[in-house]
């Protein structure tokens, strides 16, 4: 992507943004602690993020960042208290660092720089961000791109500290929201993602408009994988974290496993939606009895009433018959329903849709989330780099072809779980070969980098290798091959970092000088 333009008027006049978040912390009643832990966030932040956007490329600018910042401390809290781990006053659950009560827009948290930033981020987000006709998943995968985006806006403070970018990963909130998050980041990019979490309004569907996105740059085949496995990760992420949703998850499974058995009997199917349409009949008898009969009708409201809590008591007959006559209309509304399911073309559809819920939440009684999630994150890791092949493949501008470059990097280097990274999932390997393969070439297609070698399969072993690299700026490296007794190395280095030696095991028995790689020469990638 581009690098935006800089605004001429911020050019003259620099933003004093310690300054206007002090002005909005005058006003707020956060405890002392709270208010130094904001503005050194601040100034973490603006310090690290240069080299965040180096490192990643498609992200929001830095102006963007703390705008949002700055935004969800102003609006969305009232209230921060930053709790000593060892003192009394500790009321945070334990294994929790924070806690957030959105209703009143107030939170508790350790003194973790990250873990208030987070927090800070997670008050801020809608609980719903598809339309609750996508049945499970409309709560599921809301929870997995909120979070997903709760981690990657901690990432400037996590992982860069101004001069350096290191990334541990147990210090990352949850590894496969985070890889999930990045992999939809780099395919759809971060205006997507943030339109979608921001939207407060369901007149674009973009569960929809992310599967035709995939689509059509991605292919059917992307497209169908990637959606698959983010549907069925978020339902097996939400049972993971949380035993109540679980549990509810698991019977919801069952009752649409009770559902389809009912299906395989035609003649039963139909019995038991005839009951159900009488049961609801009587009700609405039920009602027009006590709607046509006074004295019923107080009966009804001073039962209501009594079972009632204060805040939610029915205040008159005439709000009570409002109420019950909705209630009506919408009993009628499930025999209309219950008629649509009978209808021969209907009861086709509404078989393929209990087959299509039972198949997202086929593991969820499964002993081991883990080893099910690993499976469907190692499947969509699969489609994810399928994806960025016909992506470099399509890449015409030199620019895109270095922000790939990039991009790829920093895949590379996620974590897959607290043992590994991408780059070390042997499962993998094969598909991350081709894929550096195809974008080393190219790179030199496009005079973005410089040949090392000429023989091919050599050149692409030796340069495959600042994937490896977390020099920030990329396009400041330089290689180096140097030979020591009867071994080589391959140096990366930049004008401040050196990496360390990588031994080049496969140059041991190429002709050097007719192969064209210069021994003890700084050499730079970059044109």
């Not at 973009?206 to 069925?232: A, M, Q, R």
């Not at 609405?284 to 107080?298: F, M, V």
Request: hydrophobic residues 35%; proline residues 2%; contains cysteine.
């Amino acid at each position: 992507m581009p690098k935006k333009k800089d605004n001429i008027l911020e050019k003259i006049v620099k933003k004093d943004y310690n300054n206007e978040l002090e002005l909005i912390l005058e006003e707020k009643n956060f405890s002392e602690n709270a208010r130094s832990m904001i503005l050194t966030i601040l100034y973490k932040i603006e310090a690290a993020y240069k080299d965040l956007e180096k490192v990643k490329r498609n992200v929001e600018s830095k102006d963007e960042y703390i705008r949002t910042y700055i935004h969800n401390i102003q609006n969305k809290c009232n209230h921060i208290k930053i709790i000593h781990m060892t003192g009394e006053e500790s009321k945070i659950e334990e294994n929790k660092t924070f806690l957030i009560d959105k209703p009143n827009k107030e939170i508790q948290c350790y003194p973790i720089e990250r873990k208030l930033l987070y927090a800070i981020n997670k008050i801020s987000k809608r609980d719903r961000i598809l339309k609750s006709d996508y049945y499970i998943i409309d709560e599921t995968i809301s929870d997995l791109i909120n979070i997903g985006n709760c981690i990657n806006m901690v990432e400037p403070l996590r992982d860069f500290n101004g001069y350096s970018w290191t990334t541990l990963p147990r210090e990352i909130e949850s590894i496969p929201h985070n890889l999930i998050y990045q992999n939809l980041r780099i395919l759809l990019g971060y205006e997507f993602l943030n339109k979608w979490i921001n939207n407060s309004e369901f007149v674009l569907d973009y569960f929809d408009t992310l599967k035709n996105e995939l689509k059509e740059k991605y292919g059917k085949k992307n497209e169908e994988t990637i959606i698959e496995c983010l549907t069925k990760i978020s339902v097996l992420l939400e049972a993971r974290y949380d035993k109540e949703k679980k549990d509810k998850l698991i019977q919801t499974k069952k009752q649409i496993d009770q559902k389809l058995n009912q299906l395989e009997d035609k003649e039963k199917f139909i019995e038991e939606i005839t009951k159900e349409k009488m049961k609801i009949a009587q009700k609405i008898r039920e009602y027009d009895t006590i709607l046509n009969n006074k004295d019923e009708l107080e009966k009804e409201y001073i039962k209501r009433n009594e079972e009632l809590p204060l805040d939610k008591k029915i205040f008159s007959i005439r709000i009570l018959t409002d109420m019950m006559i909705r209630e009506r209309e919408k009993e009628f509304e499930k025999i209309e329903d219950l008629n649509e399911k009978l209808k021969p073309q209907n009861y086709v559809k509404y078989k393929k849709e209990l087959i299509k819920k039972q198949e997202i939440l086929e593991e969820i009684d499964s002993e081991n989330l883990d080893k099910e999630i690993d499976k469907l994150l190692l499947k969509m890791q699969k489609s994810f780099i399928s994806s960025l092949q016909i992506r470099i493949k399509n890449v015409e501008l030199k620019q895109e072809v270095i922000n790939l470059i990039c991009e790829y990097r920093y895949y590379n280097l996620l974590p897959m779980n607290t043992e590994k990274s991408i780059y070390q999932e042997e499962k993998l390997k094969e598909d991350r070969i081709e894929t550096e393969n195809i974008l080393i070439n190219k790179a030199i297609e496009k005079k973005v980098i410089n040949e090392i070698c000429k023989i091919e399969e050599l050149n692409q072993d030796i340069i495959r290798n600042i994937f490896l690299s977390r020099i920030i700026n990329l396009e400041d490296l330089y290689l180096k091959i140097i030979k020591e007794k009867n071994e080589y190395y391959l140096q990366l280095f930049d004008e401040k970092i050196f990496d360390e030696k990588i031994e080049l095991e496969n140059i041991q028995n190429i002709d050097i000088k007719n192969a064209g790689i210069k021994i003890n020469r700084k050499i730079k990638l970059f044109e």
